[in-house]
C-alpha cells in the first residue's frame, strides 16, 4: 500500500530535549516537506527536498533541522524544542515535475513541548 | 505571503452550492485545493495551472484566474460527506521551487 509514514504520532516532551521525528515514504517519491498546523494559520512548510541531500527552507524552518541522506526517510529534528513548537507537524511527499503532482500527507505527529 | 481564502468558515443544509475562493497577491503557476477532515491528514482533491483552466472531481470542481490570480473551487448539491476544512496552496514556480504555501483554510459545515 502506498503511504506516507510517521513516527511517533504522539509526543510530550520538555524544553531542550532533542527530538527525532521520523517520516518515510515507499512511493520513490523525489521531493518530500515537512509541515506545522496551528489553529488559524493553516498549514505552514517547514523545510522541502527536491531529492537526496537537497533540501531548502520552508516559510517557518526556524528551529528545526531535516536531513534527507535516503530517497525514502526525510526526518525532522528538533535540536532544542521550545513550547512555541507544539503543533501538529505533517510529512508529505510527491513526484516532481511541470505538473506538480499531488502530495501524499502522513498521518501528522502532535507535539508538546512543555 | 500566505493566500487568502474566503469564506473562513460556511455552513450549509446538505444539496446546497458552496464557493470557496483563494487569492493571492503574487503571480501564480499553480494552486493546489485539500481537504481536511477532523484529526486526519489532508487529501488532495485538484491541482490547476497556469492557463486558466478548470477541473472537476464529481461534484467538486475548480477555476483559475491567472488575471485575478484567484482560483475558486465549487461544491455542487453539498453531501454530509464534504463537511472539513478546504485549504488551498499556491506555488509560484513551474519547476526547481517546490514551495507551496497554504491558505488559512474555510471549514464547510454541511447539516442535514
Known amino acids: 500500500e502506498a503511504q506516507v509514514t510517521q513516527n511517533p504520532r504522539y509526543l510530550i516532551t520538555v524544553t531542550g530535549k532533542k527530538l527525532t521525528v521520523t517520516c518515510s515514504q515507499n512511493?520513490?517519491?523525489?521531493?518530500m516537506s515537512w509541515y506545522r498546523q496551528d489553529p488559524g494559520l493553516g498549514l505552514r512548510q517547514i523545510y522541502y527536498s527536491m531529492n537526496v541531500e537537497v533540501t531548502d527552507k520552508g516559510d517557518v524552518p526556524e528551529g528545526y533541522k531535516v536531513s534527507r541522506k535516503e530517497k525514502r526517510n526525510f526526518p525532522l529534528i528538533l535540536e532544542s524544542p521550545s513550547p512555541n513548537q507544539t503543533s501538529l507537524y505533517f510529512c508529505?511527499?510527491?513526484?516532481?515535475?511541470?505538473?506538480?503532482?499531488?502530495?501524499?500527507f502522513g498521518p501528522g505527529t502532535r507535539l508538546l513541548v512543555l | 505571503q500566505q493566500p487568502v481564502q474566503s469564506p473562513q468558515a460556511v455552513i450549509l443544509r446538505e444539496g446546497e452550492d458552496a464557493v470557496i475562493n483563494c487569492s493571492s497577491s503574487?503571480?501564480?503557476?499553480?494552486v493546489h485545493w485539500y481537504r481536511q477532515k477532523h484529526g486526519e491528514a489532508p487529501v488532495f482533491l485538484m491541482i490547476?495551472?497556469?492557463?486558466?483552466e478548470q477541473k472537476g472531481h464529481e461534484k467538486i470542481s475548480a477555476s483559475f484566474n491567472e488575471k485575478k490570480q484567484q482560483s475558486s473551487l465549487y461544491l455542487t448539491a453539498s453531501q454530509l460527506s464534504y463537511s472539513g476544512t478546504y485549504f488551498c496552496?499556491?506555488?509560484?514556480?513551474?519547476?526547481?521551487?517546490?514551495?507551496?504555501?497554504f491558505g488559512t483554510g474555510t471549514r464547510l459545515t454541511i447539516i442535514p
Open positions: 496552496g499556491t506555488s509560484q514556480s513551474n519547476f526547481g521551487n517546490e514551495k507551496l504555501t
Open positions: 508529505a511527499s510527491s513526484y516532481i515535475g511541470r505538473t506538480r503532482e499531488t502530495q501524499y
Open positions: 490547476l495551472l497556469k492557463g486558466g
Open positions: 512511493m520513490n517519491h523525489e521531493y
Open positions: 503574487k503571480a501564480l503557476y499553480s
